[in-house]
């Protein structure tokens, strides 16, 4: 097959490339590969049985169209200062205008015209002053919610809008290796992932934009290939959750509180992430079959409780340069703990130095909303460091979000955040291979569905400038 631009992964950074070419009326033939489904294939049987299946060869909430977006809880920062380190390759002023242009075009697609945490001034000053005094960071950011069903409704009718306006999109191909001559990419080797048959895409240009789930693969395309980069940080966490009583006065002010600490005696980053007012606790598996605990958020449908991450930076110094391996081990012997499933323990179990059984939950006022999590003792399976540092971050969260740190508190692990591979590339979005390009979380550049989908639309405009030199 022979096309002028092939682009690996239909998540939001591959998404907006595609659409800024289009929107600028770049005639040029894409092809876009994607090892999943279409969005409205994408569908969890857990919905009917009640527990993860573990589905082969791929898990419908993390792969297909829109990537893990169409089946998050669909939020998009809308501020330069969460996302990631884009601002730093190309300027913060330049990321802070793709991301507001990048937000005009979700709100053409569907996205809800209310924007969160913007509302009650008063209120956040209020929260800030506790967080300052607890010796943490607010970080102001507003919030577009999209919702996890009208993601799915909003990333069908870009869908269609791509297959509507020539682009090709092949799914349920994998991407094997890049073809490559002379320090040049010349296109991709994909794989059937039913038939196993494999297909030479030659292309002009290459696109990389796997997502998070394709962090290990692309570090590994990296080493084989000789593509310049540098292990970056991988992060190390559980989600919290709690009665929406507790989080109310934050979930009303702010949404979703971007809180970020160094608590002692390391100083290691620990952040909140990901916020999910009366939300779900969901377990995603990857393709090694680790399963990991995530929060989804819907805008008709609401739980009693309101989830939240909470993850522990690692960055790590020669001669490690594993840090993805590192994290997935961490994640395998939880699972292992845990059966394969994700695993839940109480705060005040945590502290009392005992694990959780299931008839505590049962007991207690914050009911699971992943039922077939597993009680269990997550302090046999996380670092001492890094469990440390989440005990002594949910204490100063409690000088904030008052009863957060409560004995009926729940923690579900592992929760683990793959962006640790950095491609080094240029502010034209250029690797060290010509015609290579990699883009999103898997990039290391990326963390979240907006600041992905902004540096989406700015490869864009590189291809349409490199054409036209």
Known sequence: MKTDLVIIGAGPAG???ALELLRNGDTRKIVLVEKGQPVERRVCPKDKTGKCMN???????????SGAGAFSDGKLSLSCEVGGAFP???????????????DTIYLEFGADAHVEGVGDPDAVKAIRRRAIRAGLQLVDCPIRHLGTE?????????????LSNGVEILFGYDCQSII????????????NVKTGETTEIRADETVIATGRRGAEWLEKLCRENDIAHVPGTVDIGVRVEVRNEIMEEVNNALYESKLIGYPGPWKNKVRTFCQNPGGFVAQENYDNDLAVVNGHSFKEIKSENTNVAILCSHNFSVPFNKPIEYAQKVGELTNMLANGSILVQRFGDILDGKRT????????????????????????????????????????????????????TLLYGPELKFYSNKVKMDEHLNTSIRGLHCLGDSSGWTRGLMMASAMGVRMGRELIANKNR
């Open 15 to 17: 998404i907006f490339t």
């Open 55 to 65: 589905c082969k060869p791929y898990c419908h909430i993390t792969t297909g169209f």
């Open 88 to 102: 730093d390759l190309v300027g913060r002023e330049e990321a802070q205008s793709l991301i507001d242009y990048t």
């Open 150 to 162: 009208k993601a799915q409704s909003l990333y069908t009718a870009i869908q269609n809008h791509l």
């Open 180 to 191: 490559q001559n002379d320090r040049t990419c010349e296109g991709v080797v994909v794989e």
């Open 357 to 408: 059984w299931a008839k505590e939950l049962a007991q207690s006022n914050v009911r699971p909303t992943l039922p077939d999590a597993v009680a269990g003792d997550l302090t046999a399976a996380i670092p001492y460091r890094t469990m440390v540092n989440i005990i002594n971050f949910i204490q100063a969260m409690d000088e904030v979000v008052p009863g957060f740190a409560s004995a009926e």
